[in-house]
C-alpha cells in the first residue's frame, strides 16, 4: 500500500521546529498582533534521536486505527505558495498501538524531554512577545503521547514507527506536472492512495507518471 501524507512546511530539514509560519494544527501561541504561530508536532521527525528508534509523527495516523504496513510519500506546501512538494518518503510505516506507548516514553527518557524543553524556550526566546500560556508547556511534557484527550492537553506527539526513510535533495513540484493535485490532496488529517490519484489522470500525464513511479 503507498500513501500520500501532508506535513507541514519546516526550514531545519524536520529535525527540530523552525520558525516557518503554522496556519494549520498543532499547538497554538498568539502575538500581540492577533496573528497565529504554530509548531507541528512532525517538526521533530528526522532528530537524531527519533531517526535512532524510527519513531515520527503524522497527522493523518493521529486518531485512526491502521493495521496494515505502508509506504508514505511525504508532501508539503511551498513556501511562497500553495504548491505541492514531494519531500521524501517513508517506508514500513505503522500507527503506534496504545500497549506500547509507555516503553516507547521510558525509552526516551527525561534527556529526551529536556531536549524538547531547551529547543521550545530557545525559540520563545526568539520572540519575547509571544504570549505563553502555561497550557503550552504541557503540550510537550504531557505523558499522553498519541491521542488527544478532550479532558487535557495533547501531549508531544509519536505515533508512528517506520523502517527506513528517504529524503530527497531536491523536492518535487507536484503542482507544475498537474494543478488538480491542489485540490485532490488538501488535508493534514488525510491519507492519500497513489493508486486513486493515478486512475484519475490522463495517459501520459507528468504527474501519473512520477506517482506510478513510486508504486511497487
Not at 531517526?51 to 515520527?56: A, D, F, H, P, V
Not at 504548491?83 to 521524501?88: A, D, M, R, S
Not at 530557545?122 to 504531557?142: C, E, G
Request: hydrophobic share 35%; aromatic share 12%; glycine share 4%.
Amino acid at each position: 500500500m503507498v500513501c500520500a501524507a501532508q506535513i507541514m512546511r519546516n526550514a531545519n530539514n524536520w529535525v527540530t521546529p523552525s520558525n516557518s509560519d503554522r496556519r494549520n494544527i498543532a499547538v497554538p501561541v498568539n502575538l500581540p498582533n492577533g496573528i497565529n504561530y504554530r509548531y507541528g508536532y512532525e517538526e521533530w521527525l528526522f532528530h537524531n534521536e527519533m531517526k535512532k528508534k524510527k519513531l515520527g509523527y503524522l497527522e493523518c495516523y493521529s486518531q485512526h486505527s491502521y493495521q496494515t504496513s505502508a509506504t508514505i510519500m511525504l508532501f508539503t506546501k511551498g513556501i511562497n505558495n500553495n504548491h505541492i512538494f514531494h519531500v521524501g518518503t517513508l517506508y514500513g510505516v505503522n500507527q503506534l498501538q496504545d500497549n506500547i506507548i509507555s516503553d516507547i516514553k521510558k525509552s526516551l527518557g527525561t534527556p529526551w524531554l529536556n531536549k524538547v524543553q531547551k529547543k521550545l524556550d530557545q525559540l520563545i526566546a526568539k520572540k519575547p512577545n509571544f504570549n505563553v500560556p502555561s497550557s503550552l508547556y504541557q503540550h510537550w511534557n504531557s505523558n499522553t503521547i498519541l491521542k488527544d484527550d478532550l479532558n487535557n492537553q495533547p501531549g508531544f506527539a509519536f505515533n508512528i514507527k517506520y523502517e527506513r526513510y528517504e529524503i530527497l535533495d531536491n523536492p518535487k513540484n507536484l503542482t507544475l506536472m498537474d494543478s488538480s493535485i491542489n485540490n485532490s490532496w488538501k488535508w493534514l488529517s488525510t491519507r492519500y492512495y497513489l493508486d486513486n490519484m493515478i486512475k484519475t489522470l490522463p495517459k501520459n500525464n507528468p504527474l501519473k507518471n512520477y506517482l506510478n513511479n513510486l508504486l511497487p
